[in-house]
């Protein structure tokens, strides 16, 4: 199971600040059929997104979530509504 770390802690930030980046670049290069794998980093993705600690925590996960969205899902209304309950937190 994909998880990530709480990135209300210094330290754990600090990981996701590098796993992100290393998903986003990797995610281009998934089969198509990496569908369970998507909703995974979704799911992970969705429980960060929707309790901002700030906009610095927000940037990597983003990102990645639009690497996935563009090259695996395709699903743009999750993406926005995702976005839109982020933007409403702020």
């Excluded at 209300?8 to 369970?36: G, M, W």
């Excluded at 979704?42 to 996960?61: E, F, H, N």
């Excluded at 395709?74 to 309950?85: E, F, V």
């Amino acid at each position: 199971m994909f998880t990530v770390a709480d990135p209300s802690q210094p330290n754990e930030l600090a990981i996701n600040n590098v796993i992100f980046p290393i998903l986003t670049r990797s995610i281009p290069f998934l089969p198509k059929t990496s569908i369970t794998f998507a909703e995974r980093v979704i799911a992970a993705i969705r429980k960060i997104v929707t309790r901002p600690i700030g906009t610095d925590s927000l940037v990597q996960p983003i990102a990645c979530l639009a690497a996935v969205t563009r090259h695996i899902t395709k699903d743009y209304k999750c993406i926005l509504g995702i976005l839109a309950g982020t933007i409403s937190e702020l």
